[in-house]
T-cell receptor, first 110, second 113 residues
Framework: GQQLNQSPQSMFIQEGEDVSMNCTSSSIFNTWLWYKQDPGEGPVLLIALYKAGELTSNGRLTAQFGITRKDSFLNISASIPSDVGIYFC??????????FGKGTRLSVIA | DVKVTQSSRYLVKRTGEKVFLECVQDMDHENMFWYRQDPGLGLRLIYFSYDVKMKEKGDIPEGYSVSREKKERFSLILESASTNQTSMYLCASNIAGVADTQYFGPGTRLTVL
């Protein structure tokens, strides 16, 4: 089945640094989503994007829906220790199951 | 508060056993999903259901079956568990056609010995 290309696969950063990760696809999507998974838990939705070019923020998180509808990025500003986890992008075309990236594992060094 | 619950957080079974993983959602969602999560492979869709008694194969259905007798409950069945089915299993549900309503359960970590 289709999977999104998510990068980087893992990141080690210092507390206070900004983080950037992205997702690309060979297909277009109507919706892009970003999830975070804490250790031992299920993924939780962070941001949802519905229109090409849309830029949306949620606190220190900012995500954009690419103009071509084939990519999206997520930025985290001024990282803190609780940002540790796995971040997943997901795309959807109409009422079909979400397609997920393989995840970016974020580690924050205090 | 929306909720997807899974019957067990941790499960240990022996090769060849029949295994049932249960998922219940209290949000009256039409759609329900089962994924498995393995390091480096992300979330892979096993089966999904858009309605009671309806099921569709996902990307990796081999070795699994599902049951949806009631709207709120979606069960994943391993007919004869094998060691390569050791994994984290995640259940999710959403409102039909509304992607940002997809909520996940806490996951079941299954070990098959």
């Amino acid at each position: 089945g289709q999977q999104l290309n998510q990068s980087p696969q893992s990141m080690f950063i210092q507390e206070g640094e900004d983080v950037s990760m992205n997702c690309t696809s060979s297909s277009i999507f109507n919706t892009w989503l970003w999830y975070k998974q804490d250790p031992g838990e299920g993924p939780v939705l962070l941001i949802a994007l519905y229109k090409a070019g849309e830029l949306t923020s949620n606190g220190r998180l900012t995500a954009q829906f690419g103009i071509t509808r084939k990519d999206s990025f997520l930025n985290i500003s001024a990282s803190i220790p609780s940002d540790v986890g796995i971040y997943f992008c997901a795309g959807q075309l109409r009422n079909t199951p979400l397609v997920f990236g393989k995840g970016t594992r974020l580690s924050v060094i205090a | 508060d929306v909720k997807v619950t899974q019957s067990s957080r941790y499960l240990v079974k022996r090769t060849g056993e029949k295994v049932f993983l249960e998922c219940v959602q209290d949000m009256d969602h039409e759609n329900m999903f089962w994924y498995r999560q393995d390091p480096g492979l992300g979330l892979r869709l096993i089966y999904f259901s858009y309605d009671v008694k309806m099921k569709e194969k996902g990307d990796i259905p081999e070795g699994y079956s599902v049951s949806r007798e009631k709207k709120e409950r979606f069960s994943l069945i391993l007919e004869s568990a094998s060691t390569n089915q050791t994994s984290m299993y995640l259940c999710a549900s959403n409102i039909a056609g509304v992607a940002d309503t997809q909520y996940f359960g806490p996951g079941t970590r299954l070990t098959v010995l």
